[in-house]
C-alpha cells in the first residue's frame, strides 16, 4: 500500500516515518527542514507499506501534489501541543482532501508525550475538520499508538478496496485469472489490468507477461481475503 503521511510544519512526519521503518528511511532537508520527501518502506504482517512523508512549509505545494499522486491511505499529522499550528492544518487538511477526494485518511494527533499536549476532543474544539475522522493520540518520539495508528489506516485502506483485493485474492494462480475479474465485477478489461498493477507495484501480486495470469504473494493472501485481520495484533 501507499501511504501519504502530510501535515502542517513540524508537526512530525519525519518522525513518525522514522519511527515505522526503524530508522530505514530517507528524509531529503535542510537544517531539519524537509524540503523536498521523506521515504521509507515498513513491512506489516508481511505486506509493504511504502511510507511518503510530505514537506510541511507551503511554498512546497507541487512536491506535495506529487508524493500524494495515487495514495491509498493519508496520515494526517497534527501538533497536539502548538495551537498556532492549527490554521495550517486547516490549509493542509482542505489541500490534501482536494489531491485525494474519498482516500481513508487517519489523524495521528503527535507529541502526546509532552505535558501540555491537548487531548483528542480539545483539538476536535479548534479543528472542526477533523470532524467525522479518527483521531488517535500518538506520540512519533516514543512510538506510543503508532501501529495501532498504522494498522487502522490500512484496514480502513484495504476494506476501500475489498471488492478488488478479494477477486485477486480468490483467482490468484488461475489461468484465466484476468478474465474472471472482469466478468465478477462488471468491469472493463484496462480497468481491471490498471487495478491489477495498480497492486502489482505494492508488491501484492505479480503480473505474468501478457497480463491472463497473476500470483499473489502468499504472506498478504490472507489479509487479502479478510482485511480485519490486520487489526488483530
Ligand atoms: N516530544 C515530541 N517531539 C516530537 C514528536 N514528533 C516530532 N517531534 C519534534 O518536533 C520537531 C519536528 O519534527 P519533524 O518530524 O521534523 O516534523 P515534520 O512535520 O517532518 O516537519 P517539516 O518537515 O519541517 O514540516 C522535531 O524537533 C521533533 O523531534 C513527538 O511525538 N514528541
Ligand atoms: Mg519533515
Redesign the pocket.
Known sequence: MKIV?T????????????HITDGACI?V?RR????AM?HGVANVDGMSVFLF?????LRFRTMRKILSSGADGIIF?V?S?NPESDARAKLFFREIAFFLPGVPCVVAA?????DE?RPVDKLRESMSFLAGLPVIP?????G?NVEGMLRTLLYLSMMQWSSVLGKIAEYSGNTKGLDKIVKDLNIERDRAVGHLRRFELRKLLTLQVGDEQFHVNENVKALLENPVLIMRR
Open positions: 503521511v501535515g502542517p510544519y513540524e508537526s512530525g512526519k519525519s518522525l513518525m516515518i522514522h528524509n532537508e531539519g527542514t524537509t524540503i521523506d512523508g510530505t514537506p510541511g512549509l499529522v501538533d501541543v503527535n507529541k502526546q508525550d509532552l499536549a500518538v506520540s512519533a518520539k516514543t506510543k
